[in-house]
């Protein structure tokens, strides 16, 4: 079997190593100049297997008119001339209620805890060097009302496999002693042991490093796919934009918001739309260890994740919604950088490095992953979100059980197309 991926982000190459390891030919078409230069660039670092909750949950709808009023705000709506947009707000705002909500959250744990077993047995295997650390994550809640709503949280998990505690502020800031500088503000935590963090572009750029010398893997970089040929419900090859073709037996578009452009020619329309974030990479100089957490840690009222790797430390927030898909704005990274110095004080804001990647999110959190009703032959592993990272290893390996037709190591139905 010959299998063709396109896209080179940690979810395409995550997923050419899964067929590598399964014995399959393959080949890995890059657009850009490298694996991992999108979305999967400087994203937030966290693998965040027990925290999983979706977007869309009851909790968001009284928030919602505060956001789009408040310039500050972790969420920005521009309302477009988009019919795309507005189909996926509505499927948004549909599963904003709570028996959805619990009913993903249930189906992303095991995914999820899938994608950190495979991670494991794959660095067993082959040693990856991404700053990789179990280092533990804590939810800080400003509010206690807020906080008693996330011990249900924390009550509903646990029956699902989770291992988390409830802290109060004095025991917070005794296990991370930089969130002192929360004070009074600081209502108590939600601390899970056993969460992760690393660089998803140097993990993603040591599996595409060991896949280039891999004999069974073909791998091209600026290989832009303009069109799928297809013929008599199968798709034949890909089409380059330089004219060329690649044919192969089996097709997957892992290639984020470029997925939906390929299926649309082929009659259909996957629902997944760009959220863009934003991401700061402070560095840990002398004299600063200490400002910054050793922990990771999520203000969970205004959406900032700070997670410690290797000589930076990440922090992730915002989400702009029909917003500019291009550069950075300036203007939320400087709001990003305030809000980032009222919570760490001591942190070298001013000298960070600002980024910002569109996530290719559905509106049920749920990536798609699986055969694609446009053809035979053609399978998705595309919509993550702001999951891309924590989710690629499970997803690698939930997608290369199905194409073989082996038994799924969990239920690939809250995956399938929708």
């Not at 477009?80 to 996926?88: A, E, K, L, N, Y």
């Not at 013929?231 to 060329?244: F, K, M, Q, S």
């Not at 997925?259 to 700061?280: C, D, E, P, T, V």
Request: hydrophobic fraction near 40%.
């Amino acid at each position: 079997m010959h299998v063709c991926i396109v896209g080179a982000g940690v979810i395409g190459t995550t997923t050419a190593w899964q067929l590598a390891r399964q014995g399959i030919k393959v080949t890995l078409l890059e657009a850009g100049d490298g694996p991992g230069l999108g979305t999967s660039y400087a994203n937030g670092g966290q693998l965040s297997y027990s925290y999983v909750a979706p977007l869309a949950d009851p909790s968001v709808l009284p928030s919602l008119p505060k956001w789009l009023l408040d310039r500050r705000s972790p969420l920005r709506f521009r309302p477009r001339m988009d019919v795309h947009q507005w189909r996926w707000c509505l499927r948004f705002l549909r599963n904003c209620d709570g028996t959805t909500a619990k009913r993903t959250t249930a189906a992303m744990l095991t995914l999820s805890y899938l994608s950190r077993d495979t991670l494991h047995r794959w660095m067993d295997e082959t040693p990856l060097e991404f700053h990789h650390r179990s280092n533990g994550k804590l939810i800080a809640y400003r509010s206690p009302e807020l906080l008693e709503k996330a011990r249900k949280l924390v009550e509903y998990q646990a029956a699902h496999g989770a291992q988390q505690k409830v802290l109060s502020r004095a025991e917070s800031i005794d296990l991370e002693p930089s969130l002192a500088g929360l004070d009074t503000s600081l209502a108590g935590c939600i601390y899970t042991p056993g969460e992760e963090v690393g660089d998803c572009y140097l993990f993603t750029k040591a599996l595409y490093d060991a896949l280039a010398k891999h004999p069974q893997v073909t791998i091209r970089n600026h290989a832009q796919v303009s069109r799928l040929v297809q013929r008599e419900g199968r798709i034949v090859a890909a089409e380059l934009a330089d004219g060329g073709q690649i044919e192969a037996d089996q097709f997957i578009l892992a290639n984020g918001l470029g997925a939906r452009k390929l299926l649309r020619q082929q009659g259909g329309n996957a629902m997944i739309y760009g959220l863009k974030g934003y991401s700061l990479s402070v560095p840990r100089t002398q004299g600063t260890e200490a400002a910054a957490p050793e922990i990771s840690v999520t203000d969970y009222e205004r959406r900032i994740v700070y997670a410690p790797i290797g000589p930076v430390l990440r922090i992730a927030a915002m989400v702009d919604i029909g917003g500019d898909p291009g550069a950075a704005n300036p203007q939320r990274i400087g709001q990003l950088k305030n809000q980032v110095k009222e919570t760490f004080p001591g942190l070298a804001v001013d000298e960070a490095v600002g980024w910002s990647g569109e996530r290719p999110a559905t509106p049920d959190s749920k990536p798609i992953i699986g055969r694609s009703k446009a053809a035979d032959n053609l399978w998705l592993n595309i919509g993550h979100g702001a999951l891309g990272f924590t989710l690629a290893c499970g997803s690698a390996a939930l997608l290369g059980a199905q194409l073989q037709g082996d038994r799924a190591p969990i239920d690939p139905r809250p995956f399938a197309e929708r």
